[in-house]
């Protein structure tokens, strides 16, 4: 027996093993005497932080709806938000079910029913905790059925990698961020061969349902093949639940994705404390670009919570066809003038996707999109010149004209590979430098002309991966929680094609609504890779909102003056209007409802 397989056997057997070298500290300790399963716990334990020890006992609070026998309370057939013949004719099979809602009941279900779980994209805190709102629900609904996790994202489905999720495993990671219980991936689910493949170890493993947990491409991907799955008669559910932290899944039933309270607060932190610094130095302006390639909701919600000097909001800039230019210039006359008071230091916060909404780059990048969708295989293989030279010489006037005028480093970003789903990879050009080099090269020609009579140096900073496995925040705690075992219940009350859904999240746990709501309600006709594909709609910053009409109220005085706000670390215990207290975002967007 390998080691690794003698550990487990030994540790479940409670019994004694000899000269079994136990992982410390990342080496291999052998201990020379006889270790019993107590002593196996204490070593395990002593890999836990404090902070994760005592979260681990936290008890996520469910909805009245969820807390004891569940009903299922129907209502009216839906639609999509966009083409409804389109995607009418092709989800014949998951088009249009009604909404659902889970209310008290007087009898728990008791069904059969083994399950698998997929993480799927990137990570976002609180994942742990719908897998665990899943496995609890399922094991209450009948102790005998098993909850099957697929290793790394969808990847782990097609190629039967899996392991059964069972009640240690689980344990260890109530209340923790990361995806590292499977792991996730990037694989798209969108080929009938691949269907068939999932199909296989789906058989096996006596699986009734499929719980796909991602973003909006991730849910397309669970709504197709819980479509064909339907279409084959195969028996076999799929359920999605809401997960990004850029905020760009929601919609009139989904409130919030889940992560992005706790990805907000975290990035909330970080910057409240370059304020701080910032302030106390007064010497530097700090450039943050913020996660959020599609929407700014990120840097939106930071800029409510932070009250920096400056936040550029992708959304606005495309709506008034701002040119890079312009917005050099916004940021540069808000350097200037405070210079004249002698403030020569301030913040600015950037979305991730600014480039992509500025009108002429934006359309740059489509017309780039379908020319490397058609004719990559002839451009990858070029150097880098032959490759600029082959993108001018194949473009529109207008967009060779604008590519052309792009920093050399800027245009080779643009024209890089595309990530999986054909999307130009954002987070790798460097906006804030590009950002901070021209308002340099702007007040330097202003102090020539005597506009400018301040000094002006910048510092950079990227803000994603720092924020997407924080330990939830006791709302992603509670709400992952929730959707977990929303999904279990549309499992258990026979629905596919649906997604996990908890409503009213601005009021107590108790009076917070779960259910679901069919994914082809959300979707609708856009061009990806040059073809158009049914998509859920992203959910862009709503420039008639309250979050952006408070901030469009306050940013005047903010650029002015110094508004520094410093959020500190998330709070997991205390008063609830500390611990408990939603996102502005959020608060703001519900408080009429």
């Not at 959020?292 to 606005?316: D, K, M, T, V």
């Not at 480093?409 to 999307?423: F, I």
């Not at 924080?470 to 219940?489: E, R």
Request: a negative charge.
């Amino acid at each position: 027996m390998k080691k690794k397989a003698k550990f487990a056997y030994c540790e479940k057997k409670n019994i004694e093993i000899e000269d079994f070298p136990l992982i410390f500290r990342g080496k291999a300790v052998f201990l020379h005497q006889k270790i019993t399963f107590s002593t196996i716990y204490i070593f395990k334990e002593m890999k836990k932080s404090l902070l994760q020890r005592e979260r681990a006992a936290y008890q996520p609070k469910l909805p009245k709806g969820l807390q004891g026998a569940v009903k299922v309370k129907e209502g009216e057939p839906t639609q999509s938000v966009g083409d409804q013949e389109e995607i009418k004719k092709m989800f014949p099979n998951t088009y249009g079910m009604p909404l659902i809602e889970f209310v008290p009941g007087e009898a728990n279900v008791d069904r059969k029913m083994n399950v698998g779980v997929i993480l799927s994209g990137g990570q976002a805190p609180g994942g742990h905790n719908v897998i665990c709102g899943i496995f609890d629900a399922v094991k209450k609904i009948n102790p005998a059925n098993k909850l099957y996790g697929f290793i790394l994202g969808p990847g782990g489905l097609v190629d039967h990698n899996y392991m059964e999720l069972t009640a240690d495993i689980i344990d260890e990671y109530r209340n923790t961020g990361g995806f590292d219980m499977i792991g996730s991936g990037r694989t798209k689910l969108e080929k009938v061969d691949q269907f068939e493949k999932g199909l296989e170890i789906i058989r096996e493993l006596d699986i009734q349902a499929v719980v796909i947990i991602g973003g909006d491409d991730s849910n397309t991907n669970a709504c197709v093949l819980a479509e064909y799955y339907a279409a084959k008669n195969y028996g076999v559910q799929v359920i999605g639940c809401p997960k990004t932290i850029d905020g760009d899944l929601k919609n009139d039933q989904i409130e919030t994705s889940f992560g992005f309270d706790t990805a907000t607060k975290t990035y909330a932190e970080l910057i409240g404390n370059i304020e701080r610094d910032c302030n106390s130095a007064r010497k530097y302006w700090h450039f943050i670009k913020l996660m959020g390639r599609s929407a700014s909701h990120i840097a939106l919600e930071c800029a409510l919570q932070c009250q920096p000097n400056i936040c550029i909001i992708s959304e606005e800039v495309e709506k008034k066809d701002m040119s890079l230019n312009q917005i050099v210039e916004q940021i540069a006359s808000a350097v200037a003038d405070r210079a004249t008071r002698g403030d020569n230091f301030g913040v600015v916060l950037i979305p991730e996707g600014l480039i992509e909404f500025i009108p002429s780059i934006g359309r740059l990048i489509d017309e780039l999109n379908d020319l490397l969708a058609e004719h990559g295989a002839d451009y990858k293989d070029l150097d880098k010149a032959a490759q600029r030279e082959y993108i001018l010489a194949h473009l529109s006037k207008e967009n060779a004209e604008t590519f052309g005028t792009l920093p050399e480093g800027v245009a080779r970003q643009l024209s890089l590979d595309r990530d999986p789903h054909g999307n130009v990879q954002v987070s790798l050009i460097e906006t804030e430098k590009l950002l901070s080099d021209m308002v340099d090269a702007k007040l330097a020609e202003w102090k020539k002309e005597g506009k400018y009579v301040g000094k002006f140096a910048a510092l950079h900073h990227f803000f994603g991966y720092e924020g997407r496995c924080a330990a939830p925040s006791n709302f992603d705690a509670d709400y992952c929680y929730a959707l977990g075992v929303s999904a279990a219940q549309l499992i258990a009350n026979g629905k596919t094609g649906y997604m996990a859904i908890v409503k009213n999240t601005t009021a107590g746990t108790d009076d917070w609504k779960a259910g679901g709501v069919p994914i082809t309600m959300m979707m609708n006709m856009e061009r990806r890779n040059g073809e158009m594909k049914p998509v859920i709609r992203k959910a862009l910053v709503e420039l008639e909102g309250k979050p952006f009409k408070k901030f469009v109220e306050k940013r005047d005085e903010w650029a002015r003056e110094t508004c520094f706000v410093y959020p500190g670390p998330i709070q997991y215990w205390g008063p609830a209007s500390v611990c408990d207290r939603t996102t502005r975002t959020l608060a703001l967007e519900q408080e009429d409802k």
